[in-house]
């Protein structure tokens, strides 16, 4: 028999405090063995041609320290307080670093041709492993400056826009309690990568800015982008991937899954990948693909979305095929749970060919207009099979319930609406368009014609 101990309320609350106090000093401790960038030489608020070349040098100096088996430093510190503007730093066969971004990087906003034409990304990881960035604060981050890069990109054509951060063939990747802000292109690039987790992740576009400067220059139609600023959140290929409690507000793909081909490393199929609890601003969508054609076959299955909210957004439910004439592909398995959305402004669901238009290109031949202009041709190549839309719950649409688009040839299979309720005024019309498509409907409205 142990006798019940009280313990009255101020007892337990000098208890918190106590315990509040080792995780401070812990994480002090922590920091004072960090790879603190300052050390090293890093110049703090400055935007100098020179800081930024300093800066993008340390932190490739400072990642080499902390992947240095030898020592037992293995985290580099971007301290609170401080920001520093860079260009773009490159890590290749980095293993059990901790980037902590407690403070900001900048990316530069020098926008010439000869800072950037080079670098896909302002960092940028290959072959890597046990990598983490996070922040200790949940107030650090990358601010990618991204402005000046959308207005070059559309008053010259010239689009040479860094990513924010992109890997190619890592595994063994955490992402949490950081933000971005601003990339030029891409948030976050994961390409070809293997077990994964993004958690508590801020993405935070000025949409009002890309707004404006779109209208300016007539490639903004009843408030649709014409084309896009290619603003996308986390863009995925790979295997075992888990996103969650991530808030995005970007006018592009908030996560588009990417697909593999048998000659990637973790190929031949992205899948087994969860994108659960969410919510999206201003977004195209929680999309798969693009995928076109490819002599490998590009691959995507196994895919769950699930417990997404949406808020005004362009499309949320997306799966896009690409053009191309050589090859195959394959969507397979995808399934939308749980998935609720307020005030779309153009389709809430789009099952197709993509809807794109890049700067200076005659775009994917599928109008921004379907359906009321008629022109979406469809692929042949990429067969959509067996997507799952369940307890799905959209009001106050505009145009129309969604499209689902299929080709004659090669017709979707599989599909299964059940408990999809779509609500609007749908001044387009009133009901999905929908060709091509094999499925069943179980307490749905409107119903998919053509299921």
């Known amino acids: 028999f142990r006798p019940h101990i009280f313990r009255p309320a101020a007892t337990l609350a000098m208890h918190r405090v106590l315990c509040l106090a080792l995780l401070v000093a812990l994480l002090n401790v922590l920091q004072s063995h960090a790879v603190n960038v300052l050390d090293l030489g890093a110049v703090p608020h400055d935007n100098s041609f020179a800081a930024c070349q300093k800066n993008s040098k340390v932190l490739e100096a400072a990642m080499l320290k902390a992947n240095d088996t030898t020592s037992s430093d293995h985290v580099v510190l971007v301290p609170a307080g401080y920001n520093f503007t860079m260009f773009h730093s490159s890590f290749d066969r980095i293993h059990g670093v901790t980037l902590q971004l407690d403070g900001f990087l900048l990316i530069s906003n020098n926008i010439t041709k000869v800072n950037w034409v080079n670098a896909s990304a302002a960092l940028h990881f290959t072959n890597s492993a046990f990598i983490t960035v996070r ?54 690039l994961l390409q070809d990568i293997l077990n994964v987790h993004v958690y508590n992740v801020q993405i935070w576009v000025d949409v009002a800015q890309q707004r404006n400067m779109l209208e300016q220059h007539g490639l903004l139609h009843e408030g649709i982008p014409t084309f896009p600023l290619n603003t996308d959140g986390i863009d995925p290929s790979g295997v075992n991937v888990l996103i969650e409690n991530i808030t995005v ?47 490998d076959t590009n691959c995507i299955r196994d895919i769950l979305f699930e417990n997404i909210v949406f808020h005004h957004p362009f ?81 106050g649409g505009v145009t129309l319930p969604g499209v689902l688009l299929c080709n004659e040839t090669r017709p979707c299979a599989g599909f299964d609406f059940v ?33």
């Open 135 to 188: 922040s200790t604060n949940s107030m650090g981050g990358i601010d990618g400056q991204g402005y000046d890069f959308w207005w070059e990109v559309i008053l010259t054509g010239n689009d040479y826009r860094p990513h924010t951060i992109q890997m190619n063939e890592c595994h063994d990747v955490v992402f949490h309690d950081v933000r971005f802000f601003n990339s030029p292109q891409y948030h976050l």
């Open 315 to 395: 499309k949320a439910i997306y799966v896009k095929t690409n053009p191309g004439n050589e090859g195959d592909g394959l969507i397979d398995n995808i399934t939308y749970r749980n998935i609720s959305g307020t005030d779309s402004v153009w389709y809430p669901i789009w099952i197709g060919p993509q809807q794109e238009q890049q700067p200076d290109t005659k775009g994917t031949g599928c109008s921004f207009l379907y359906p009321i202009r008629d022109e979406c041709p469809t692929q042949p190549r990429v067969p959509v099979s067996n997507i799952h839309l369940h307890d799905i719950k959209f009001t």
């Open 249 to 295: 507000q970007n006018f592009d793909d908030v996560v588009a899954v990417k697909p593999l081909t048998k000659k990637n490393r973790y190929g031949p199929c992205s899948r087994n990948m969860t994108i659960r609890n969410s919510v999206a601003y201003d977004g195209v969508g929680m999309t798969i693909g693009s995928v076109p054609p490819n002599t």
């Open 419 to 451: 408990n999809v309720q779509n609500s609007g005024e749908f001044l387009v019309q009133k009901d999905y368009v929908c060709k091509n498509v094999q499925g069943s409907h179980m307490n749905s409205s409107p119903n998919p014609p053509c299921f």
